[in-house]
């Protein structure tokens, strides 16, 4: 299986997937729920500013983690021939249900977390994913 990998879609996907983590973690959307689930209240200033220590390390691995993503996500449409946003959603949606979804949720059941947190994260991802999509098919 070969595959073309367009690398100004892979590098604009990697972006946005860090833009849309931003928001989708922010008290505007899920921040402050993800947040209690993990067991840490935001109003506990202190044990969030212990938690940013080291952060740039953290951000650039997840950026690196995003191209990754996003040269995978972009890689595997080109190689199915995929040139729709209909198509690039759905095998977007099929990624996350069999790869991310089935996993992830067995995961927090064992570790025995909340499954609104899986919902939060897997939802992330599963938004991500059709993000880079929509912009591996869209983008030149």
Known sequence: MMWEVNWLAVLVGAVANMVLGWL??????FGKQWADLMGWPLEDKAAW??????????????FGMALLVSYTVNGLLSALDVFTAGE???????????????TSLSSILFERRPV??????????LASFILIGLISVFLP
């Open 24 to 29: 989708w973690y922010s008290p505007t959307l």
């Open 49 to 62: 500013e212990a938690r940013q220590r080291g952060m740039a390390k953290v951000y650039a691995i997840t």
């Open 88 to 102: 690039a959603i759905q095998i977007a949606v099929f990624l996350w249900i069999g790869l991310v979804g089935a």
């Open 116 to 125: 609104k947190l899986w919902a939060i994260d897997a939802g992330y991802i």
